[in-house]
């Protein structure tokens, strides 16, 4: 794996991890990480009571411009029926927008 894909992936966790502890009141979390085709997805989610997905602060925009570094994606949604989910798609070859 390439490292700057590792640091990406390490970093998105961390901060996902950190929001969960600041912000979602539950005491449940989970981080998966599977890789497949090419793709590294880190998903990381929360049984908080969160039924709407937050603005952008700094945590989700950080992630995201980590995530786009390395030609990847980062998506935060609800997770059914309440808590939320962040999921990072990082592709093993560099695809990077120039």
Partial sequence: MPAAVDQAAFRIIQESLTNVVRHAATAHAT???????????????????????????????????RARAVGGTVHVSVREPSGLVVRADLPLADRRVQ
Avoid at 45 to 64: E, Q
Wanted: no cysteine.
């Fill in 31 to 65: 981080a998966r990480v599977t890789r497949q085709a090419g793709m590294l997805t880190v998903e990381v989610s929360d049984d908080g009571p969160a039924t709407s997905v937050p603005p952008d602060g700094n945590g989700i925009r950080g992630m995201r411009e």
